[in-house]
């Protein structure tokens, strides 16, 4: 018991929100930028343009295809190779907003098709281009569907932030095991403090997308 | 990259080897222990539904390397010496059986529940109906989910390398280390990635259309 009372001090607790703090920034940051590439790419890979969707769709399965933790290798210990060395920060943003991107543009493209394509004759036939009924009539209805998907991928975003502990990002994950290092007594206590933060993060998301496609169902 | 293969594909192809060993393993436990927990989620007795909410809820809200990290740093403190290996795949089993679990569970509450009754009032019990008459109706649309978990498990089995799991990302480090080629070197473990998880992603697609 006094493990924990030990474990849990104000200093040790401090440590680990900052890393939470780094956590939701790395997080935060990457589903704002692949959200805006997942979409675009997502609607690229819809809309059959000659050779683009197709190149478009096959870098997107290369990629999904592909463990983030090489991703994050590969941008922070391949890159300065050719000539471009990202800060940690930047690495495991730019690593996140790759993977999650391809992921976000299938989930997008899948929603889209499952839009009835009544919507997009109907359109078309009352006068609107492609594009404007892409944007103005499919894509608001696709996102609304798309909820759920979308929230979940979001949650294994932040989850997968822990990842970026291979490349010394400074996160909750990483700041635990320094703090368990210098004292072994504190693995178990630090282990339950990391599963609660990540619980609480993730499953708030969740109630955010039962909440979400409740008011817009 | 060609000359990465040529050179290094002694600990490349092992890797591959323990990726494809320690994903097998944790997919045969994971599915034992997920359709379990499913089960457990749709039962009549409350008490029984807790648990496997509960379980569910808190390993996919967790990430997988807390939860691997834990298994390699508190077994040999505590209770027993395992190698990164096992408990890398401990981790990976728990951590998939919980996404297993959902997805068998709305396997489940697809099959129609006339099935259940009429099994029951055919003098079956609850688990010999659920045995018999539900899971291998259930298991025939949960394939291609349980495709893309399977994939998922293979991306996921990376998580080893942090655990000195001896995997293919933890030797691709190594020789990224060894020959500071690393360009090359991960382009090589990437490439020897979607070996298998492309062929598996595009046959699930296939599976997928064909079902629905």
């Known amino acids: 018991m006094q493990n924990f009372i030990d474990a849990y001090s104000w200093i040790n607790i401090r440590y680990l929100l900052q890393g939470l703090w780094i956590t939701v920034e790395v997080s935060v940051a990457s589903i704002i930028f692949s959200y805006i590439i997942g979409t675009i790419l997502g609607v690229i890979r819809y809309s059959e343009i000659k050779y683009v969707s197709a190149v478009v769709g096959f870098v997107i399965d290369l990629i999904r295809n592909l463990p983030l933790l090489l991703i994050i290798f590969f941008t922070y210990f391949g890159l300065p190779n050719l000539g471009f060395k990202p800060a940690i920060i930047e690495a495991a943003i730019l690593a996140m907003t790759v993977f999650e991107s391809m992921m976000i543009a299938e989930i997008v493209r899948s929603g889209i098709v499952a839009i009835d394509p009544g919507q997009m004759e109907g359109a078309k036939s009352n006068g609107i281009t492609y594009w404007q009924a892409l944007r103005i009539i499919l894509l608001p209805q696709a996102m609304k569907n798309m909820i759920p998907a979308l929230v979940s991928q979001f949650i294994s975003l932040v989850k997968d932030t822990s990842l970026a502990t291979i490349i010394v990002l400074p996160e909750m994950m990483y700041h635990a095991q320094i703090i368990y290092g210098q004292n072994s007594n504190y693995i178990i206590p630090m282990f339950i403090a990391l599963a609660v933060l990540y619980f609480v993060v993730c499953y708030a998301l969740s109630l955010l997308s039962r909440y979400l496609e409740r008011r817009l169902a | ?212």
């Not at chain 2, 290996?85 to 529940?113: C, H, K, N, P, W």
């Not at chain 2, 991960?186 to 298998?196: N, Q, S, W």
Request: glycine share 8%; aromatic share 14%.
């Open chain 2, 1 to 212: 990259m060609i000359h990465i293969f040529a050179t290094q594909w002694p600990s490349l192809l092992y890797g591959l080897g323990q990726t494809l060993l320690c994903s097998i393993i944790a997919l045969f436990f994971s599915l034992i222990i997920g359709s379990l927990f499913a089960i457990f989620e749709i039962m009549p007795n409350k008490a029984m539904r807790i648990i496997g909410n509960v379980y569910v809820e808190v390993f996919r809200n967790i990430p997988l390397l807390v939860i691997t990290m834990f298994f390699f740093v508190v077994l040999p403190l505590y209770v027993v010496k395992v190698n990164g290996f096992t408990a890398g795949t401990i981790g990976l089993t728990i951590y998939t059986s919980a996404f297993i679990a959902e997805t068998v569970r709305a396997g489940i509450q697809s099959v129609d529940e006339g099935q259940m009754e009429g099994a029951q009032s055919n003098g079956l019990s609850f688990w010999q109906s659920m045995r018999y008459i539900i899971l291998p109706q259930a298991f025939k649309i949960v394939i291609p989910p349980l495709g893309n978990q399977f994939i998922n498990l293979v991306k996921n089995s990376s998580v080893l390398a942090f655990v000195a799991g001896f995997d293919l990302m933890y030797e691709g480090n190594m020789v990224a280390n060894d020959t500071l080629q690393t360009m090359s070197t991960f382009f090589a473990v990437g490439v020897l990635y979607l070996i298998i998880t492309m062929p598996l992603s595009y046959y699930m697609r296939h599976l997928e259309k064909k079902l629905a």
